[in-house]
């Protein structure tokens, strides 16, 4: 079983409108039933061997998308469409076969794996489950994987525990690609390890989807990662897509408060450059009781009246560069004023 290139730049997965709350029961004092609005009316698009990157706070529901895009958890309400098929319709058997084409890379590679299992073993049972291969094809193709991801086939009857970080999160990457995916949604796959070991990781991850043409939903909150793997980025907050834009874009010209603000925070090499950097006030509101018009406006220092009272339209100021605030294409703040 060879490793097959995807065709690129075709749209391979659609999100309309989707909904993940949590919750629904009535609280102490009230009657009235109450949701944690994880994820709240989110629709992006992703197209075949591109990196879709997904950064925000933590809380803001980066993952909770996710995986509710593999239905890992059940989505609330919305659309999901793979390669046509509509996954919300699909259930048993059906969903099965689709999910081998839509694969995940967890945050913890040690809590991820199966500390009963050999590493041979974690990476054989996808194919043990999806495909019906002998025990020797399964195993020729997890030594071809393991030495795919830079694993010495050596460790195939070794235990978790043995290993180092960067070396788990090698073993989930390879549990990962053993299918030959369209989609692998990386959720944080570099937070837990070492700066060095995170370089080398996100390296594999790029040679991989050179190799193979894989589609990756990225989700980070550090910007540097995002920055340095993503083709096109989702900026999200309270559960709401607040930007999105092509790499270059959003890092040259940050139409939303919020993504300024992020950016304003990373780290400068050159310790004589200088950068105004914006410190968001307040903490960040419970997805229980979203503030009303603006998700943003109780932390967002170019707040106006109308803020509070509207929704902002998610419009697109050019070359799929898309914000949603009402002062977003505002440069300075005579204008705003205006």
């Known amino acids: 079983m060879e490793l097959e290139k995807k065709t690129l730049g075709e749209p391979i997965l659609k999100v309309v409108h989707l909904k993940k709350w949590f919750g629904g029961k009535s609280s102490l004092f009230s009657s009235k039933k109450e949701y944690i609005k994880a994820v709240d009316d989110v629709s992006f698009e992703l197209n075949a061997g591109e990196t879709l990157g997904v950064v925000g706070e933590s809380g803001c529901g980066k993952s909770t998308m996710g995986r509710s895009v593999l239905r890992l958890i059940e989505p609330t309400a919305g659309e999901i469409t793979f390669e046509g098929k509509d996954l919300m319709k699909l259930g048993g058997k059906e969903l099965r076969k689709v999910r081998s084409k839509m ?39 997890v030594l071809k994987t393991m030495e795919t991801v830079g694993l010495n086939t050596k460790y195939y009857n070794r ?54 043409g894989m589609a990756y939903l990225f989700i980070s909150h550090d910007l540097s990662v995002i920055k340095h793997i993503s083709d096109r980025i989702i900026v999200m907050y309270l559960g709401h897509i607040v930007e999105t834009a092509t790499k270059e874009d959003l890092y040259s010209r940050p139409l939303h408060p919020y993504t300024t603000a992020l950016l304003s925070a990373i780290p400068i090499p050159d310790r004589k450059a200088k950068r105004e950097k914006i410190i968001l006030e307040g903490d960040l509101p419970s997805p229980a009781d979203p503030p009303s018009g603006c998700v943003f406006h109780t932390r967002c220092y170019r707040a106006q009246p109308i803020c509070s009272e509207k929704k902002p339209e998610f419009k697109d100021y050019g070359n799929g560069h898309c914000c949603a605030c009402h002062f977003c294409n505002c440069e300075n703040e005579e204008e705003k004023a205006e």
């Open 103 to 141: 694969q995940i890379i967890f945050q913890d590679p040690y809590a991820s794996l199966n500390p009963r299992m050999t590493i041979g073993e974690v990476i054989a049972e996808p194919l043990e489950i999806q495909l019906h291969l002998s025990k020797e094809e399964i195993r020729n193709q």
């Open 159 to 212: 235990y978790p525990h043995e290993f180092s970080g960067g070396q788990r999160q090698r073993i989930g990457i390879a549990r990962a690609i053993v299918l030959q995916p369209d989609i692998i949604v990386c959720d944080e796959p570099v937070s837990a390890l070492d700066v060095s070991i995170q370089a080398q990781v996100i390296n594999l991850l790029r040679e991989l989807q050179k190799k193979m």
